[in-house]
């Protein structure tokens, strides 16, 4: 069952497209792990919120696409390093975006198609050098601990309301 209020979470509680795929955000648990093909994480640092900037000049959520076989919380780590230079010290799942492609083909012939999963967590991280940034993925040009109210200020200047929200949610699930 979803727990987010909606008029807490306008976004969050409604449909979200991302290009070719529509998702719906659910706060329950992901009844089959086989359709999990990406990991994110709400990074945490000293109860700040850890940023990444690309070299478009937006502010991304960390995370990314499960490689052939890897298990998510290997994926997980990989991310974190490749994006922060981080290395995780907790995760904590609290919900996923379950995802309907009208793509003819997956993004990457690995991962299920058309519905998939985006398995959502926050929790601590260690920022232990710089993001390895290899080159089949984004260019991280800044790694910033901000504030609650600056994170979502900033994905909210960005038309970024999803992540502004999460961002939100996980601020409060940490303080229940």
């Not at 991302?18 to 659910?26: I, L």
Request: hydrophobic share 35%.
């Amino acid at each position: 069952m979803n727990t987010l209020v909606e008029s807490n979470y306008p976004t969050l509680t409604s449909s979200i497209t991302w290009g070719p795929v529509t998702s719906r955000f659910r706060t329950s648990a992901v009844e089959d792990e086989s359709y999990i093909s990406n990991i994110s994480i709400v990074p945490i640092v000293d109860g700040r919120y850890v940023m990444m900037q690309i070299d478009s000049g937006a502010w991304e959520l960390i995370g990314g696409t499960l490689e052939p076989n890897e298990r998510y919380m290997d994926g997980l780590e990989r991310e974190l390093a490749e994006e922060l230079g981080a290395e995780l010290r907790s995760f904590h799942p609290f919900g996923y975006f379950a995802c309907h492609s009208v793509a003819d083909t997956p993004y990457r012939p690995h991962i299920p198609h058309p519905n998939f999963i985006r398995l959502m967590g926050y929790g601590e991280v260690e920022l232990v050098g710089e993001p390895l940034n290899p080159e089949d993925g984004e260019t991280v040009v800044a790694v910033e601990l901000v504030t609650i109210e600056e994170a979502v200020s900033r994905f909210r200047q960005q038309g970024r309301y999803d992540l502004a929200e999460l961002y939100q949610y996980v601020d409060e699930l940490r303080r229940k």
